[in-house]
């Protein structure tokens, strides 16, 4: 549990400042429009702070579940996916406000690299369910095993 709160805190610090920079960036840049810069934020705030704390929550006392193989694939699979998706919206949104233009090959390489770390996100959330699946199974066997003594 306490790995899944550092994991949390990690990435609120880096969602707060990826705040201030997306401020900082554009007011520098005299930007007014729309940018991915501003998903960076929030994405990093649900993604990676709520969700790890929830996790966090629903393992607290099921020790089987936080060692487990399926929690080690996650916790690699998500700490892998998760800043690679949010590179993506960097470079898009920095892109963007120094209006850069890019040739079709690196536009859809930057497309292709976000598709794929979606796509590994998703298996990721699909394993961040299976585990709270198995943190209440691992909590109604052991209510089940206290209810027979």
Do not use: C, W
């Not at 649900?46 to 936080?66: H, I």
């Not at 406000?97 to 976000?114: C, D, K, T, W």
Request: hydrophobic share 55%; net charge positive.
């Amino acid at each position: 549990m306490k790995k899944l709160m550092n994991l949390s805190l990690v990435y609120l610090i880096a969602a707060l400042a990826f705040g201030v920079f997306y401020r900082e960036f554009t007011k520098l840049n005299n930007f007014a429009g729309e940018t991915m810069l501003r998903a960076v934020h929030t994405h990093l705030f649900m993604l990676g702070v709520v969700l790890l704390l929830l996790l966090a929550l629903f393992v607290r006392d099921r020790s089987q579940v936080v060692q487990s193989r399926k929690m080690r694939r996650f916790l690699i699979l998500y700490n892998l996916s998760l800043p690679l998706f949010i590179l993506t919206l960097l470079a898009r949104g920095i892109v963007q406000v120094l209006q850069v233009p890019l040739s079709s090959a690196a536009n859809a390489s930057l497309s292709g690299i976000a598709g794929i770390s979606h796509i590994l996100l998703t298996i990721a959330l699909g394993l961040f369910f299976s585990l709270l699946y198995d943190s209440q199974k691992a909590l109604q066997t052991t209510d089940a095993k206290s209810e027979n003594k």
